[in-house]
């Protein structure tokens, strides 16, 4: 750590969670403030009594240096006094934040032992030369029906949750990190309410995956700056973890929207020019910045990026959902407590599908998806009053059956035990003339004995 650069500056306002400080020009260590980098601000002589706050440089312009001020401005004067420490803001990075909690800055939050002698790395560096990256080419498998067999998760990909509030959209995020075959897990919630952090926690405890999950949780009950470091902290572990120790890193984020949100209100404190409904004009370039993140390193590992991205209103064309939208590699969209396999998306899921999964993978998840839309134009006749014929009834009856073994996010099940039960599910309500399949595959995944049962 450099030596801190003590400036007795001239705070010339404070406006939210946002100072402004002057800096003269004419001192010498004022070309060292660069931005990114820490200060502490504390009370003024006659005013011992405020903390510490850290702060982080957010703009130059100048002699003027706005600082964000992570734990609030409440207490402090424009008396106080500002000091740079000369770095950006750092993450503690050791085996030993395995299994542990950090806050929006960095500190334990889950009663451990505190690590302020471990290593340290910055966060929010450059993301990787495009030349170290490669075609991503495996999957991570999650036991999750809809995710492995119609839009498998690939490891490198940067993917949301398209959901809106009410949906149980962290449960399934919870599901996918306990269940995923990642070596490392790092989580971020952003804006979570206590219960959810709760319940993230106990989730990967039960599950047993805990030991080698790292978690980095902004509640709603801490200032609205320190929700800006969240995803920071944790892509710059995950990223440590795949490059330095070859991990496979799966990093999930909940909820990107309310990340956007403090951008928003950071913005505001800032004096920026709003932009599409009030969000600040470069929310793509900040958004992409994360997600880049993501990334098949050669000969090293990978960090993959599944995130949560809630939608005000169910609103695709909402700024923060539009513009992930044009960043990710698909989504996954969780409405009426299912995976709507219609409004879900996979792009890379060709890289894998029937090269490194079972060689009828692509023809299962083919065959049931056009029965399942089949099933549901049946639906529409049904409720119509329209006459039914008796394929129509055989595919009512497969619809059942699929929402029922495949949709629920509660169902868990190894990938080649999801085909096994497409092809029962498919006999129990079709001909093998009726499939529309390469008949080398029907001959021989095609459970003939469950047909004639159900003839």
């Known amino acids: 750590m450099s030596q801190l650069l003590i400036r007795y500056s001239r705070i010339l306002e404070i406006i939210g969670d ?10 010498d260590s004022s070309s060292q403030i660069s931005f990114g980098d820490l200060a502490l601000i504390e009370g003024s002589t006659d005013n011992q009594d405020v903390l510490p706050r850290t702060a982080q440089v957010i703009l130059l312009k100048g002699e003027e240096v706005s600082l964000q001020v992570f734990s609030g401005t409440k207490g402090l004067s424009t008396h106080s006094v500002v000091r740079f420490l000369g770095r950006p803001m750092e993450v503690t990075f050791s085996p030993n934040i395995l299994g542990r909690a950090f806050s929006g800055t960095g500190s334990p939050i889950d009663g451990g032992p505190s690590l302020a002698d471990e290593p340290k790395i910055e966060i929010d560096g450059p993301t990787v030369n495009p030349a170290r990256r490669i075609l991503a080419s495996r999957m991570i498998r999650t036991d999750v029906p809809m995710i492995d067999v119609f839009n498998s998760l690939v490891e490198s990909q940067k993917i949301p949750i398209f959901s809106v509030a009410g949906e149980p959209y962290n449960q399934l995020l919870a599901r996918i990190g306990s269940q995923a075959d990642a070596d490392i897990i790092v989580f971020g919630g952003i804006g979570l309410i206590f219960d959810d952090y709760h319940f993230f926690r106990k989730t990967f405890e039960d599950a047993g995956v805990s030991a080698r999950t790292t978690m980095f949780v902004h509640q709603g009950s801490d200032p609205t700056v320190e929700a800006l470091l969240v995803p920071d902290m944790a892509l710059a572990v995950a990223e440590r973890y795949a490059v330095n120790e070859g991990k496979r890193v799966l990093v999930l984020l909940t909820d990107m929207t309310a990340y956007a949100d403090a951008l928003k209100e950071v913005g505001i404190s800032m004096e920026h020019v709003p932009s599409n409904r009030g969000y600040i004009g470069d929310l793509y370039s900040q958004l992409a910045r994360r997600y880049e993140k993501a990334c098949d390193y050669k000969g090293a590992g990978s960090v993959t990026i599944l995130s949560v991205t809630t939608m ?18 698909g989504q996954f969209y969780l409405n009426n407590g299912v995976i709507d396999p219609f409004g879900s998306l996979s792009r890379l899921k060709q890289h894998v599908i029937g090269k490194v999964t079972r060689e009828d993978h692509s023809q299962i998840m083919n065959t049931l998806i056009r029965f399942y839309a089949a099933a549901q134009d049946a639906e529409q006749k049904q409720s119509m009053s329209f006459d039914l014929s008796e394929f ?8 059942e059956l699929f929402h029922e073994r ?34 080398n595959l029907i001959d021989k995944y095609f459970p003939k004995q469950v047909a004639a049962e159900n003839a």
């Open 392 to 399: 129509d009834e055989r595919v009512l009856k497969f619809g």
């Open 18 to 27: 946002i100072v402004k400080v002057q800096v003269p020009a004419s001192e």
């Open 312 to 329: 005000p209103g169910d609103d695709v064309t909402h700024p923060v959902p539009d513009n992930t939208g044009y960043i990710t590699e």
């Open 406 to 439: 495949f949709m629920e996010i509660s169902i868990s099940m190894p990938l080649e035990e999801a085909l096994d039960l497409g092809w029962q599910t498919l006999a129990e309500c079709f001909k093998e003339e009726e499939l529309l399949m390469r008949q």
